[in-house]
């Protein structure tokens, strides 16, 4: 490209992966494929290969594919709930190749257990999706955003032609210039709904380019950090908001995470300079690890991590021990759709109780406080100069 | 809690998961760790336990194993890269549940193929990590703050007793008050590394303490954003930061990916605008997306997308068609260490003979490339319209 | 400090500030104080002591008076403003003491104007403050996050004996852990209204304290981003939401500001980049400059462009030319209260017809309109290589 | 605009601002100016006209001059001050109309001095500026990034040329596609030196061209966040990086703050978690406030203020009472140049004998000082119910 290259290159028919029958999801054809891959890098797959079910299973879930990853699964507890959907004693799988992150929530989960446990609260739950309107000029636009906001029966009323489970909640609009951004709001059930969502408001798109003259639109304007980190997670949210709230007691913190809450806090304090520093988006010690364990486990859009840790550890000292919190504004789970149906990410929720309609604000108070655990474990390890040697011990992540 | 908890409740023995023998990770004690959860909530675990190698492999991996979460791995690619340590064609293993995604990837690399390829550059290496110092005033913080640039050599010799393969290679100090964020630039070789600065950072801090007077420290700050988003990430970097370009020609465009330059271009620019406005770190279409997929595929620290997708990507519009490129900053992979020497996930780097040593920079450029795929992929199926009827046709996370 | 230093220091009592009758506004303690100023330190306050009228009138907007700070008045303009509030042609007073900001500005205005003029939207109207609850648990404030919502009514009632401009707009409630963040929006009319906002509020929060069992509060919780950057500021804005937009053709970019259409775009979408590199909130070329000059010389709290400058400035190339525009979110302005009725800042908001109530709507149009102006001049001076060159002339900020 | 407008707009030559002999900043002429402006908008602007000084003064500080705007100016302290660059006590001039603001900086600078004074420390002091140059593809741009760090002595002596104050100190390449960011870091003595900078680095960018084929440049990129808040603030700087602590004893804080120490730590602990949610820049109280009633009375460019409070304050509760601090590191403060050298402004230095050569340093201790003290007031009247009160009291920024 020194010279800029223009030409198309041709690629030869062989290089292209091959295409098979009903896109080949039957045993035999995914080892076809799968023999071709190996073919043509001189890779041996053999585990790949070796799924337990008919691969037919895996149809809306993948394309061409050749196996599966077998991710290591674990399992951490028992935490104890306190919430409106979910109540009791949980373990909680997870799965990652990452050496003693569940020994840390285990620790965690058991601590606050033996302090009575973990109030969760359910305090919100909308998804959000922001489609994008243009306009010749600003005027136009100023009409628009004044136009739209009486047009919510019609707009629901488009919306549901696609869905049986979305409900239009809310609409916004942020008009930029000759740009509107209409932020819809939707209750998607115990679904992650971004596919539900994407339908829904586009329908509601067509309906409103019918309508109002002269308008063009994107079903998408990123507003909705879909899979990204942003102040908007905070402010608007997206899927479940949900808190989680325990108080340590100076007993449990000595004995279980070998700390006084006068360190645990300290840990917060000054860690809180370190996030403001980098200039961070939300504070947590590290809520990624949890989420993205239980998320690989119960078969969630393990991408979705990158917006549902957006949240916020918090930590506070009062007389009988410390208060420990942890608010996730944009937990995007779901128990129905997407890899919850799969084998095993379906026996992973089962463990939990939490296998299909129904049980997604009841999931969505566990991963709270199951993260609540990952979040004081941490610290603790941290103060009490034990992370080191628990790396060393649990882990084993060095090159040999 | 509505009265304060203060109580430390007795857990029943029974409840805590069983501690077995040499933590249990041979076939038959991770069978009846496995037996004991299906026992304790009711769950069929049945194919969790499908482990198609020696759980033993999982040791340092995980803790308390009950086998394994099977995620469908397919195929994209292929995708030609022009790099300094990648170069040719090559197919990207990606394990997800999400329908239609692989399929997007894979029409992207294979535009990106036709159009002459992807450029790629390496441009930076080096792991962060940022303990933290507490000192009794603003004046004994200056004075630490201004003697240690002049320790590196210390500090290196302190840091290298502790690896082989690390090496100190940046040193920054941030006074805030009383307190000095201390960050340490380390070059961690093949290894996503964190483990290795931990060890080598805290080495390094205990050669302090024991020079300067009355200090003390944490390992971490939370400066670094490990597994978080932040703007430190895009100034100061974190593990590779490469990038990626092509030039898109009309004719590709239109045959491959049905929409013009100028489409393809007004994506971009509509969907800056929802960025900025939801005051997103960088910019892109779906970064995690790809890098999720490819990252449980092939053994990466999964929750380290959260880091890895605070990139950039570029759309400019030229006579020849659309200049294209995504810039990653903070790209923390490996190829050795972490969950990179599991069967599923070794075979998958070796799809791409990305095992083992000398490889963590061919496989940065590799990823680069194939998630510029679905950036292009993803913003052509939103301007021609076909981002819908893509997931309707290819993927089901509907509810039934 | 490097010992601790609790003791108390006894500062000689005169070293303070001398305390003078009534506060002492009259010109002739204010020259007293003066006078001890200069006495004290030995500085000659001749100028600041030329105040033109009677200091009597300061009272209410400082306290200690010693005189002015005189600050170069210029004017800029005309720009041809299509607004709802504000229509017509404009001169805008600037007082800076930055050489060749205003000729940028002015530039930038007659090109609108030639252009046809500056249309203008003003999309909300609403300040915003949230107070900050504290309960003792999660499940407390969760209770509260439910009860409070439906207290609107009695909310407004408390909130209104305390002013008769302002109105109670919007409420939400963010939980997080046991607190509980209270978004209220009000309405404030023509005053910057932060003092009215805080006493509503605060007689809002005392009848919540009266109503809802064991709970305390702070007024202020740091979410609202009074005088503070943030992501808050774009998705909740602050004060008045404004858009500006217009259309440069071809010949008035040639000719009034020495660049193409494509020329002056490729600098909005580099700077893009770095913008983005470096993690900024919005987007622009320099809208503080202009509106600290436009705030300084009318009377506004001039702390507040942090939030106001926390714009998005939009180019898009169209057939005709370049498509320009600006969004203030958070542009908290006003034309009665503070400053505003100060005897310059009065005469300065008189040239533009906004003096007094029922102006600030027409105020907040008119500094979009003229914020535009810097932005495309600022980009046109740096396309055409003539920013040095103009600050070379006009500029003399340089050490001699 | 409805239909997109391309005519240009012919402006009757009376309707400009009228061009003036030699721009016109003797008396009489910009009393011309002044009185066009009346008799065109019918304003009255009899306290503008009256500038104490000789108008030609002005010139290099702005154009198309009318008078000056009046801020009323006050004065705050005694402030103690621990510094390298400045020791002993300080009365702070202080220019703004908001009510109640000097008394609250009053009283936290006297608090801070019956503590024992505040320790300072100047961290950093270099400018920064961040050129972009485009390259035809990512491997051009690849080797242009390795290339240019091997040029800095050249690139020092290009700067070199243009400037004898200024002093390249840092050299920073981020590359982004086939683009290249480059930070220089300048050192630019008592001057804010953004002109000193723009001028250095175009001279240096324009050694570049010459000798690296192919490329082109933009002097700016946006990344240097010049009157912008971003995260790049933090992380690499701007101007002075000033710290400053003090610790406040129980006694003090009973006394002049009519708080405890844990009840002034619970309004940052509090208002933390609102500054996270809000996705703020730094953290603080009201920076913003008394940076720019500073900057204003003593000549700063005002419009950094927007980079200057992305500051840190930090409280820490100890035995002996309560650790505060503040962080500027984007503190762009001058002694030279700017508006240093007007009359009221030149006055308002030399009360902290800051004017001219060799005191910006001096002045940036003072600065962390002074505005230490708004934080922990600010704090203390929120805590202790008094905010509400003492706005009552000495604001008036109400309408009538």
Avoid at 103 to 126: I, N, P
Avoid at 146 to 170: F, I, Y
Avoid at 224 to 242: C, D, P, Q, W
Wanted: aromatic residues 8%.
């Amino acid at each position: 490209m020194a010279v800029p290259k223009t030409d198309i290159v041709e690629l030869s028919p062989g290089d292209l992966l091959p295409r098979l029958k009903d896109q080949g999801y039957d045993a035999e054809r995914v080892a076809r494929r799968r023999e071709w891959v190996q073919r043509k890098t001189g890779a041996d797959l053999e585990h790949i290969g070796k799924v337990s079910y008919d691969p037919e299973l895996m149809r809306g879930n993948i394309e061409n594919p050749i196996g599966v990853a077998q991710v290591p699964m674990g399992i951490a507890g028992p935490v104890l709930v306190h919430g409106e959907h979910a109540s009791g004693l949980f373990y909680v799988p997870m799965a990652t190749s990452e050496g003693a992150l569940i020994r840390s929530y285990e620790r965690g989960m058991v601590a606050l257990t033996k302090s009575g446990g973990v109030q969760t609260a359910l305090l919100a739950d909308e998804n959000q999706i922001v489609p994008t309107f243009f306009f010749s000029d600003v005027h136009s636009a100023r009409a628009f955003s004044r136009w739209l906001p009486q047009q919510r029966e019609h707009l629901t009323t488009a919306a549901q032609t696609t869905t049986r489970h979305g409900r239009l909640t809310d609409l916004k609009t942020y008009q930029v210039g000759r740009q509107v951004l209409v932020n819809f709001g939707f209750f998607t059930g115990d679904a992650q709904g971004m596919n539900m969502l994407v339908k829904a408001a586009d329908a509601a798109c067509q309906w409103i380019v019918r309508n109002f003259p002269e308008c063009r639109y994107f079903v998408f304007s990123g507003m909705s950090s879909e899979k990204r980190a942003s102040g908007f997670l905070l402010t608007r949210g997206k899927g479940k908001r949900v808190t989680a709230g325990a108080l340590l007691p100076h007993d449990v913190l000595r004995m279980y995470l070998h700390c006084t809450a006068e360190q645990l806090f300290a840990i917060w304090h000054s860690t809180m300079i370190g996030h403001l520093h980098a200039n961070a988006i939300g504070y947590n010690a590290h809520l990624a690890n949890g989420l993205t364990a239980i998320f690989i486990a119960t078969g969630q859009d393990v991408a979705n991590v990158v917006n549902a840790a957006c949240g916020i550890t918090y930590f506070e000292l009062q007389k009988e021990g410390l208060f420990v919190s942890v608010t996730l504004p944009a937990l995007t789970v779901a128990t129905v759709g997407g890899g919850t149906g799969l084998p095993t990410q379906r026996e992973a929720l089962s463990i939990m109780d939490c296998v299909g309609s129904g049980k997604a604000t009841r999931f969505a108070e566990i991963v709270a406080a199951a993260v609540l655990g990952g979040e004081i474990s941490m610290g603790a390890a941290i103060t009490s100069g034990e992370f080191v040697a628990a790396h060393e011990h649990y882990g084993r992540n060095r090159p040999k």
